[in-house]
């Protein structure tokens, strides 16, 4: 058996929330990205003062870090650029 919905195809309006909506979740994920990378930074810093890790140590924990969290950034930023032009093409 066979159910049939018809779905109308979506409207200009419709559309744009559904890109606002995208970009609030990807502001929402970049965000947590940063959170993550901030309390990885903590934590490296905490090491460093209790003399687990030397500063030079430090410095490159925290690039490797950044170097991450831009990466992972960037990642988003083009999930999102390539969900609004499938959004606004449909």
Do not use: H
Not at 47 to 67: F, G, H, M, P, R
């Amino acid at each position: 058996k066979v159910i049939r919905i018809s779905i109308p195809p979506l409207t200009a309006e419709r559309r744009k929330e559904l890109v606002k909506q995208a970009k609030t979740i990807a502001e929402n994920s970049r965000v947590a990205i940063r959170n993550i990378r901030r309390d990885g930074n903590d934590e490296l810093k905490k090491q460093q003062k209790d003399n687990s890790i030397t500063e030079d140590e430090l410095k490159t924990a925290e690039d490797t870090l950044q170097k991450t969290t831009d990466k992972f950034i960037a990642e988003i930023n083009k999930i999102l650029e390539d969900k609004e032009k499938e959004i606004m093409e449909g």
